[in-house]
């Protein structure tokens, strides 16, 4: 079966920095996606891997090793704001987006 | 109206009703998606549609009915739903269904069934 394997959740200091972990085994491998969720809100696109290495958007970072099935979102600075659930999603060789359950980020003072 | 939006944003609805969700898009996407999210489990894909055809059904039970009547809007229409069926349900677009293009969701329908 397909799997996309993600912390529950997670708590960090403010200013401090965390790396949300994401495991997957899929059927194929076309990108991985990490979305925000802020509590009753819909999902926000953070960032998008096809390519193994490090993408970085300002104080967002994404990596991605293929050969490991995994990847991490990489939050620096960290804010209030920042509280929310992160989403990871693996799009499979059929193209379907397998999503994980999602990692609850608590972001305390 | 900018985005992806989605009426209602709240619902309760006993076991015997007929309702419809509604989502629109203002993007000029061309996929449009249907997920529900249960607490504390993964984004379950119920319904594609790609260019107006439905793309995906991933078994979903036949109290769930979709309609795509252009591009722009979806609906997800709702019949003797059972408890389990409570949730939030997702409404999203992108440019096409594949490759790279991200998804843009709508703020979601609360679900509940009495």
């Known amino acids: 079966g397909q799997n996309i394997d993600q912390p529950t959740e997670m708590t960090a200091t403010e200013g401090a920095i965390v790396q949300i972990n994401c495991t997957y085994q899929t059927s194929g491998f076309n990108g991985l996606f990490w979305y925000q969720q802020h509590a009753g809100e819909a999902p926000t696109f953070l960032s998008y891997?096809?390519l193994d290495g490090l993408e970085e958007k300002g104080r967002f970072s994404s990596f991605l090793s293929r050969s490991k099935g995994y990847s991490y979102l990489l939050l620096k600075e960290l804010q209030m704001k920042d509280s929310a659930s992160y989403l990871c999603a693996v799009r499979d060789s059929n193209y379907q987006l397998i999503w994980g359950a999602g990692t609850k980020l608590i972001i305390k003072p | 109206e900018t985005g992806v939006t989605q009426t209602p944003r709240h619902l309760v609805m006993g076991m015997t009703n007929k309702k419809s969700l509604k989502c629109e898009q203002h993007l000029g996407h061309n996929a449009m998606y249907w997920y529900k999210q249960s607490a504390k489990k993964p984004l379950e894909l119920m319904f594609v549609y790609n260019f107006k055809e439905q793309t995906e059904n991933n078994s979903v039970p036949s109290r769930f009915s979709p309609e795509c009547p252009n591009s722009s809007h979806l609906f997800l229409h709702l019949h003797t739903l059972q408890p389990e069926d409570s949730a939030l349900y997702l409404c999203?677009?992108?440019?096409?269904?594949?490759?790279?293009?991200?998804?843009?969701f709508g703020p979601g329908t609360r679900l509940t069934v009495t």
């Open positions: 999203a677009s992108s440019q096409e269904e594949a490759n790279s293009y991200e998804q843009y």
């Open positions: 891997n096809v």
